[in-house]
């Protein structure tokens, strides 16, 4: 019998030779089905598995919430027209003001701040709040600032809500300074007690003179710079102590519209539940035909809201209501409004990322919060990538900052439970994954090409040698050119580079300002001008009372 020699180099008969061929002529259809199965498996990966699966979840959990939220805002629309047929059958009449709304008998305020805004976007934000087919009770809004160039957004106000015979009252103090004032000196409890009667006695100082609570559609405050936090605590505490409303506060930006149903339907989600204490709602880019960049960010946008906060909705715990479209219930935020404003981080009081902080008070105090689909506001992206990359970079402090306090309060619950003091630990990994992981993954985008094994060895001759994590130039590259002024920028709330010169400086000698430590006096504090028209302000601008400071 002759043989023949395979290329493996293995001398078969050729009786073999054909059983082979036969056995892989024959073979069953099942084989390769499954070979595939293996090859697509390996080709994906367990991670990849991991990560599709989430996303599965992630999609069956989007679908769930929007059954629900339908389902509660159908069921309310289903009584509120029973109860206003039978209170029509009563009447004899038929109300055609309150027809087809969820909440007829609810009160909202709404709380809008802006500075220097572009004037055409604040007024088509304007515009928007007047067309809610839920009237609001009254329209609060406040400008960050009490010089000329604010006073541009005080004349669209007055003008856009005419009608309704806007008042415009500028406020001579910030008012979120009697919470600054000796929080220190008593306990924390004690301090806040103390803080909040003040601010209550202050509005009620100035409703007495201004006659704050009978302007029930539209109100005008201007008050002294300070950032976007000491604007919306004013609003905040006007909508509470000088309105009294108890129902329900809407926020949003100046350049913001929002659909006619927003505050309907956001406020018949908030009713849903005794325990929810915020809602959010969908968030659109109206400028996305204008570039590739805010293109692609309406997709992310569309991403972030519809799949990944419709999916935390369902389990009650959105993770950040969205500053342009949120409404909280008043009473819930009563409770934590001190707090807010007194947050500090780097012996720093934090300016950005007010929303998310909102939402962290919320979701601590035990409430639940939620994202309505069903409506939406429009917003603005940047159209060029400078002006994104600044966006960003605000957004994502905001985020680090609430980051590092997440996995400490977690640290804290994992020694309760397991009491094993080492789990405090874990309150350090963020510090660890932002400035060890991620310059790593900037060096390894630069190192692409570098062949080797990539491990650690561990023989004991390797391990005698050594390994340095910098013994490449290019990451001393990386801490220099990236981490060093993205930390300096870190702890500089303007957020910019044109600081930065002069933080090097102070970190290497240079001469520090005294800090000052001035406060204003009591008496000062309650005297404010009257309500004052538009022409009136302009007039008076440049002398404007300024609080008197007493050493």
Avoid at 474 to 494: E, K, Q
Wanted: net charge positive; charged share 20%; proline share 4%.
């Amino acid at each position: 019998m002759s043989s023949v020699t395979l290329k493996a180099g293995i001398k078969t008969t050729n009786r073999d030779v054909v059983g082979i061929n036969t056995m892989s002529d024959s073979s069953p259809p099942e084989s390769s089905s499954s070979s595939s199965k293996t090859h697509c498996f390996d080709s994906v990966g367990l991670y990849g598995m991991i990560l599709i699966s989430e996303y599965l979840v992630q999609l069956c959990c989007t679908i769930i919430n929007r059954f629900d939220v339908d389902r509660i805002v159908n069921n309310l629309a289903k009584k509120s027209a029973n109860a206003q047929a039978a209170g029509d059958c009563e009447k004899g009449t038929r109300d055609t003001s309150t027809s087809g709304l969820l909440n007829p008998d609810c009160e909202v305020s709404i709380a809008v701040v802006g500075y220097r805004e572009d004037e055409q976007a604040w007024r088509h934000c304007l515009r928007s709040l007047q067309t809610q087919t839920l009237r609001p009770k009254c329209v609060i809004g406040v400008v960050d600032g009490d010089e000329k160039p604010d006073l541009s957004m005080a004349r669209a106000f007055v003008n856009e809500f005419e009608s309704l015979n806007a008042s415009l009252i500028h406020l001579p103090i910030l008012l979120p300074e009697h919470y600054l004032v000796g929080r220190y000196q008593l306990s924390h409890e004690a301090a806040l007690s103390l803080a909040r009667q003040a601010v209550v006695q202050q509005v009620l100082e100035w409703d007495a003179k201004r006659n704050i609570s009978s302007l029930k559609k539209a109100v005008y405050f201007s008050q002294p710079h300070g950032h976007k936090r000491t604007a919306m605590f004013t609003a905040f505490a006007m909508n509470l102590y000088a309105l009294r409303t108890w129902d329900a506060i809407f926020t949003t930006d100046s350049d913001t519209p929002i659909k006619n149903d927003g505050l309907d339907e956001m406020l018949a989600l908030l009713r849903s539940a005794p325990d929810i204490g915020g809602v959010t709602a969908d968030v659109k880019i109206w400028n996305r035909a204008e570039s590739l960049l805010a293109r692609m960010c309406s997709a992310r946008y569309w991403f972030a809201f519809n799949i990944e906060r419709a999916c935390q909705s369902l389990w009650r715990c959105v993770g950040c209501l969205s500053g342009p479209i949120s409404m909280y219930r008043a009473s819930s935020l009563e409770v934590f409004l001190g707090p807010w404003n007194l947050q500090t981080f780097g012996g720093k009081v934090t300016t950005f990322g007010d929303d998310r902080h909102l939402t962290n008070q919320l979701l601590g105090h035990g409430l639940k919060t939620r994202c309505a689909h069903r409506t939406w506001c429009d917003s603005e992206s940047p159209t060029s990538f400078v002006l994104w990359v600044a966006q960003q970079t605000r957004w994502i402090k905001s985020f680090f900052r609430e980051t590092f306090w997440f996995p400490a309060s977690f640290s804290v619950l994992a020694v309760l439970i397991s009491w094993d003091l080492w789990l405090l630990l874990f309150s350090c990994y963020g510090f660890i994954y932002f400035f060890g992981l991620l310059p790593s993954k900037i060096y390894a985008l630069f190192t692409m090409n570098q062949t080797g094994w990539g491990t650690s060895a561990r023989s004991s001759s390797e391990r005698k040698r050594g390994q340095a994590v910098f013994g490449n130039p290019l990451c001393f590259l990386i801490g220099a050119f990236a981490l060093v002024p993205s930390a300096l920028l870190y702890w500089n709330p303007s957020n910019s580079l044109g600081g930065l010169k002069a933080t090097i400086g102070g970190l290497f000698g240079g001469k520090k300002q005294a800090p000052d430590t001035s406060t204003r006096s009591s008496d000062t504090m309650i005297k404010t001008p009257p309500a004052m028209s538009v022409k009136d302000m302009t007039d008076a601008v440049e002398t404007l009372p300024k609080p008197a400071t007493a050493s």
